[in-house]
Antibody, heavy 116, light 107 residues
């Protein structure tokens, strides 16, 4: 069974770039879409975007101008960069395998706080 | 954006009760609707996909129905382990949105 694990800094300063990595184990990354989702008390669950194993991407229009995703199948991981962060970007960030129309495997989540 | 509205926001029921949660989409999404269960401090867990298909390993007391704009998640006989927050989620071909959640408690 595929397992996902998020990693990255838990504290990011305002205006800087949030960077997270999701490591996939127990299964191949090929032929799958991989998403980032965040959860905050104020906005609930919000899909950030997905990346296909080949590198093609699809981002939430509300975040598109600040989001970059990348994938490295040789290392079995994919990454998220969110630029120009503010306090509104404070959330628990999850990575998830995307089964076309739903998310069938999730990481445990990592809390990222934006604060100086 | 397609908006997803769940009701009720909070639900209190007794062990053994039949429980129903409703999710409405702001426009038709065919059957591209999923349900998740989230326990405190944990990631959401997929229960139902394509409105009525039960994810492998999910107890049979969970079921989903609906199409178009109105969907329901039913727990046929509530168990103590079902205390959680439940979310619906839609896919419209290019983006995904979630409902605001329904917190389920035991009386």
């Amino acid at each position: 069974q595929v397992q996902l694990q998020e990693s990255g800094p838990g504290l990011v300063k305002p205006s800087e770039t949030l960077s997270l990595t999701c490591t996939v184990s127990g299964g191949a990354m090929s032929s799958n879409y991989w998403s980032w989702i965040r959860q905050s008390p104020g906005k609930g669950l919000e899909w950030i975007g997905y990346i296909y194993y080949s590198g093609s991407t699809n981002y939430n229009p509300s975040l598109k101008s600040r989001v970059t995703m990348s994938v490295d199948t040789s290392k079995n991981h994919f990454s998220l960069k969110l630029s120009s962060v503010t306090a509104a970007d404070t959330a628990v960030y999850y990575c998830a395998r995307t089964a076309a129309d739903c998310f069938d495997s999730w990481g445990q989540g990592t809390l990222v706080t934006v604060s100086s | 954006d397609i908006q997803m509205t769940q009701s009720p926001s909070t639900l209190s029921a007794s062990v053994g009760d039949r429980v129903t949660i409703t999710c409405r989409a702001s426009q038709s999404i065919s059957n591209f609707l999923a349900w998740y269960q989230q326990k405190p401090g944990k990631a959401p867990n997929l229960l139902i996909y394509k409105a009525s298909s039960l994810e492998s390993g999910v107890p049979l007391r969970f079921s989903g129905s609906g199409s178009g704009t109105e969907f329901t998640l039913t727990i046929s006989s509530l168990q103590p382990d079902d205390v959680a927050t439940y979310y619906c989620q839609q896919y419209n071909g290019y983006s995904y949105t979630f409902g605001q959640g329904t917190k389920l408690e035991i009386k």
